[in-house]
């Protein structure tokens, strides 16, 4: 690919993968080809299904074996899904140094770092591998300072007001 473009998401707000997802629509029109690993949110989270219609354009993975969100899990539950997270990671890894997608979304991989399963480090690694993609987004709560300088395009979402 000619350019390459890694935009973030983050922040306390709402929306966060919509945004990523809305992103990901707009490139699909286009002729682009989308892959979405999503981390941290259970085997069943479907708010996102519908884009199963869109295959093979769109494809979604998600390495997660509990049903319930990785926060929900035991100590021990969560000791187990560590394993299946890090090799979803790898997998996002491999989709990018091959070029298999135009636009690569990593759904709450920020999260990860927040939550000590993936290292700062490892995260600045995926994001100077000089894979062959159009857009890489990423997504999280928060985003640490060390992986700005590694970011083009950097969306912070915020909740202003919320009466549910």
Avoid at 2 to 31: M, N, W
Avoid at 42 to 48: L, S
Avoid at 62 to 76: A, G, I, M, P
Avoid at 139 to 158: F, K, M, N, R, W
Wanted: proline content about 2%; charged content about 30%; glycine content about 6%.
């Amino acid at each position: 690919m000619d350019t390459r473009i890694i935009q973030a998401f983050y922040g306390l707000g709402k929306g966060k993968t919509s945004a990523a997802v809305g992103q990901a629509l707009r490139e699909v029109s286009e002729g682009q080809h989308i892959t979405i690993i999503q981390f941290l949110k259970g085997k069943i989270a479907d708010e996102f299904q519908v884009l199963t219609r869109l295959e093979p354009d769109v494809q979604i993975f998600r390495f997660d074996k509990s049903e319930v969100n990785y926060c929900d899990l035991s100590l021990e539950e969560k000791e187990e899904e560590k394993q299946n997270i890090w090799n979803g990671f790898n997998f996002a890894k491999k989709v990018i140094e091959t070029g298999e997608s135009d636009v690569v979304i990593l759904d709450e991989l920020l999260g990860l770092v927040d939550l000590d399963i993936i290292h700062i480090e490892d995260v600045k690694e995926l994001l100077q591998n000089p894979g062959d993609y159009r857009k890489l987004i990423i997504t999280g709560s928060t985003l640490a300072e060390a992986l700005i300088p590694y970011i083009d395009v950097i969306c912070e979402i915020t909740l202003r007001k919320d009466n549910t």
